[in-house]
């Protein structure tokens, strides 16, 4: 018997927005270039692994799934391993398509566990393609509640809570995810921090991570007016912060980046800057500790 076990540990699956990187169309050289690095962009996913149990639950089911599952294989497991559930946000394109490859055209998975809200559960049970994959079992839908945590793994609590965000098709959810040692929130798609019933300070300090929605940097991207863009602005997010000591700063993670987020590339000005001034980015591969 080993005297130390190991945590679980949330494990970087991609950070990028919904449409991935390179992004349909896009002219700039950061998508350009990385039209020849595609493994290097993963749309935003996160896993968390219990290693010793060669056992994992993921969040999210991204475009980019066969990649991300692939790149657990080959970084955690050195085997192809379908996760005991998966948990999604919201119905859209980024979070749940990837479900797509569970079905019979792909992987033709069995029962595999897809743990969702009320209404991303009535969504996927009645709309195809999502409802053959019901149907055909490929898929066993359990519905979540908000505020209701649920166990995982060996340690893990894992629940959902509300955030404000564009609803047409599902709820949306952030989730609270806790560990043996630590706690972590993740939220890669928010309204205004403002439209939120919680209060950002606080939840980080409370919270050891805080993987949170950096679609967008500032308005220039996009050439749109703050208050219209439907996310947190990464500036507004580090000037609500900027009175928090340099322990609570490092416990962000901005995650979710748009193409056109300098965050994305590593090596850019800007994720430099974010960097000194105490933030972290995610990375794909990182490894978080709970
Ligand atoms: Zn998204
Ligand atoms: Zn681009």
């Known amino acids: 018997m080993p005297i130390y076990t190991q945590s679980e540990y949330i494990y970087v699956l991609g950070n990028t927005q919904d449409a991935g990187m390179p992004h349909i ?7 350009l270039d990385n039209f020849n690095m595609y493994e290097e962009y ?14 994992y639950i993921l969040f999210e089911a991204t475009p ?8 657990l294989k080959d970084n955690i497991f050195q085997e192809f391993l379908l996760p005991e559930a998966i948990y999604i946000t919201h119905a859209h394109i980024g979070h749940y398509t990837g479900l797509m490859y ?16 009320p209404k991303m559960s009535n969504f996927l049970k009645t709309n195809g393609p999502w409802s053959q994959l019901v149907t055909l079992n490929n898929i066993q839908i359990q519905n979540t509640k908000f505020d209701v945590s649920n166990s995982e793994l060996n340690n893990i609590e894992v629940t959902p809570i509300k955030v404000p965000h564009r609803d047409e098709y599902s709820e949306t959810a952030g989730y609270i995810i806790i560990g043996k ?9 928010i309204d205004k921090w403002e439209k939120w019933d919680k209060n950002l300070i606080d939840l980080v300090k409370d919270f050891d991570y805080l993987l949170l929605d950096a679609t967008f940097y500032d308005s220039n991207e996009i050439n749109r007016d703050i208050s ?25 993670y901005f995650i979710h980046m748009n193409h056109t987020n300098h965050m994305l590339n590593p ?15 995610a990375r794909l591969g990182q490894k978080l500790y709970l």
């Open 228 to 252: 219209e863009i439907p996310h947190p602005i990464v500036s507004e997010t580090i000037n609500l912060l900027n009175s928090l000591s340099k322990k609570n700063k490092s416990k962000v």
């Open 42 to 55: 993963y749309v935003t996913s996160i896993a968390v692994v219990n290693q010793e149990k060669k056992k």
């Open 64 to 71: 980019d799934i066969t990649y991300q599952l692939n790149y």
């Open 25 to 31: 169309g896009c002219k700039h050289q950061f998508c």
């Open 181 to 189: 040692n630590k706690k972590a929130l993740f939220i890669p798609d």
């Open 267 to 281: 090596n850019s000005d800007l994720s430099k800057s974010i960097i000194n001034k105490g933030f972290n980015i």
């Open 102 to 117: 569970f079905g019979r055209e792909a992987l033709g998975s069995k029962n595999l566990l897809v743990k969702v809200l």
